[in-house]
């Protein structure tokens, strides 16, 4: 039989790469071979989506998709180590596509310049098999849930700011919330987009973004416990992190409840900036530019 | 009187002087055969009296707890144990906590 | 009076730079000018040393040291995400100081070629603020804690192998113990060296990697609480964190006791290969691929 | 009888099937007006009897724990209690140690 070389599915070359994984117990061919076939979604190029697609692609997920709509700036650049000073003011995606094939070009990077839309949200998602949320605001974070949970993808979402982070897997295994179960209801509007919140110490996004990329890892190849059904708190001026246990899907949730109002038919033209808490980008750093 | 620790995250700590976790003696009715309690309703009600200085409704809509935030109690999600009615007892942690988006 | 901009010693590029950090009232120009300020030494340009190189050129250090003696093999590619596929062959010092300016070219990088050696260890360690131990052996572990008790240095050591990690900031504030205060035995030479022990999920060292980087911006500043006289342990089968609590400093440590044996005149001629566990270099993945 | 929680991390959990935590009854003696109680050397002493089946060595020397290895009840240093002297009751955790080295 063809293929039925001892490397199991992977080619000498493969088995070169990824010996110091295939080598380990708890992880293996079969685990590697898992990742060769898999897809995974990353929403935004930026703090979180650096470490997550530079550490995805090393690890041999099969086909990467990045989503973003924006262009590299210098002042990305203090925690968006995808990218570099030669890269600035090309695309994200395409940066975050040029690094990445740099690093393993048997990696399929696929690139959506757009940004995450609630138009084509869904066609979007359903293309993947597992999506990452490192998104930079409100309104994307709801319209990529949504998306998650029409669509039945799971969800790795994490997020940083300050010297704060969270990280939790939405929408996965057997009654796991989804994003809109625990957060039902959107920051007030303008509440929390005051610029002084907006600062970031660059490696916390880093530091979420790193354990991003193990969830999904997790997600695709089934082993250990990922973090579903909990919220894992860090808080960087402690190094102190912390796992609360969250509720479970719940009935009344307008995404996943049996009375859902946001479904296949209703997503594309449901108005995420309005109800959701802002615009669906994240315009804060040339705004602090100006305060200083 | 019960001792609790209160904790704010995700940006909530800004509403209390930054301060993410205060050691807090709340007033309780004690019954009989039963240790001091309160309930998170109790510490809700504590912290509008005595805490909240500034920007009340980030914190509260009206009354209540404002939407969007979330209550642990001891790190347990309050929709597992009863929210509002959630008992806390001497030593246990409440923490509120908003979800960040900066990414 | 020169200098007196309102950027606060930052020039105008910097402060465009790194305004995300400026704005952060927890950081703030002067912990950014603090950063410009120090140097920081880097032992392993590896799977730990790729994020910490990342993150503190990123972060805006003035002054990074590599240390390292290996070249970069395709096998380093799924966890050294420093590297990339064009650099194979490089020196991985090398090719960790031509990524670092990539990203940013404002920060001076210094390159060791030599590997960390007994010899050179106090005139290397003498020359920067903070050291980083980002190293794959024990020999070279104890070498680098021995060096840093005698100049002085604070050590943000790091370690993952397989899905575990540990953290800890040695010899540093009042009463820290080094890393020999803790742990005073070497492991039993060939004990923990087998081949199936070596195996490492390539995220794993991306965590703690980023997590040194951390402690090394806590040090360097001041800002928070670094995780000194306490052991951070990760457990990624599960994402769970758990922070031990460690003796202070041992009057009974043959590094940094009253009664140290080991000091400025013989840490050079100390035969760390034989006392401390085996050779200071880890040529386990050449090995791992002969297993397979 | 003591109930307690014994964990191996940093590699020495091999030597235990490579399970990290086991809960586990250790016989004490009941002292009067004392709660149930043993010692770290009780429960080393245990270990080397009833759970180290292959390469004691890399976990003893001779009947002692062999050096370089740290102890951890309720996550503190041993040498911060009294070493092989500190006391475990009843839902104690107690963590053996190795250093990693990989990087
Ligand atoms: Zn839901
Ligand atoms: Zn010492």
């Not at chain 1, 086909?63 to 990305?76: L, P």
């Not at chain 1, 987009?193 to 997790?218: F, W, Y």
Request: with cysteine.
């Amino acid at each position: 039989m063809e293929g039925a070389w001892r490397g199991g599915g992977l080619d000498k070359e493969e088995v070169e790469r990824y010996a110091r994984q295939l080598v380990l117990p708890s992880f293996g061919v079969a685990n590697q071979r898992k990742l060769k076939e898999s897809s995974v979604l990353v929403v935004g190029a930026g703090g979180l989506g650096s470490p997550v697609c530079l550490y995805l692609a090393a690890a041999g997920v099969g086909r990467i998709g990045v989503v973003d709509h924006d262009h590299v700036e210098k002042s990305n650049l203090h925690r968006q180590v995808l990218h570099a000073e030669d890269q600035v003011g090309t695309h994200k995606a395409v940066s975050a596509s040029i690094s990445m094939h740099r690093l393993n070009s048997t990696t399929t990077v696929e690139t959506h310049v757009d940004g995450f839309r609630p138009k084509a949200a869904l066609k979007l998602v359903e293309g993947y098999d597992v999506v990452v949320d490192a998104s930079d605001n409100p309104a994307t974070r709801y319209c990529v849930n949504d998306a998650c949970v029409i669509a039945n993808r799971p969800l790795v979402s994490g997020a940083a700011i300050g010297t704060d982070g969270q990280l939790s897997v939405y929408n996965h295994g057997e009654g796991g919330p989804c994003y809109r179960c625990v957060w039902p209801d959107p920051p007030a509007s303008g509440s929390c987009q005051r610029c002084s919140d907006h600062g970031v110490l660059g490696v916390l996004p880093g530091i979420i973004g790193t354990l991003q990329a193990l969830e999904t890892i997790k997600v695709i190849t089934g082993i250990g416990e990922c973090t579903s059904g909990k919220l894992l708190m860090f808080d960087g001026l402690c190094t102190g992190f912390r796992t609360l246990k969250l509720r479970g899907r719940q009935a009344s949730c307008a995404a996943c409840g049996p009375e859902a109002t946001i479904t296949r038919d209703t997503i594309a033209a449901y108005d995420y900036e309005a109800k959701c808490g802002g615009p669906m980008h994240d315009r804060g750093e040339g705004a602090c530019l100006k305060v200083l | 009187m019960v001792w609790v620790y209160l904790q704010f995250g995700g940006g909530l700590e800004t509403l209390f002087d930054s301060v993410k976790s205060h050691k807090v003696e709340i007033p309780s009715k004690k019954k009989e055969g039963l240790s001091d309690r309160t309930t998170v309703k109790g510490v809700i009600n504590y912290i509008q009296k005595k805490m909240l200085k500034k920007n009340p409704e980030m914190f509260l809509k009206g009354k209540e707890l404002r939407p969007g935030i979330l209550v642990l109690i001891n790190d347990i999600d309050w929709e597992l144990g009863g929210k509002e009615e959630c008992i806390v007892e001497n030593n246990d942690v409440v923490l509120f906590l908003s979800t960040l988006h900066g990414g």
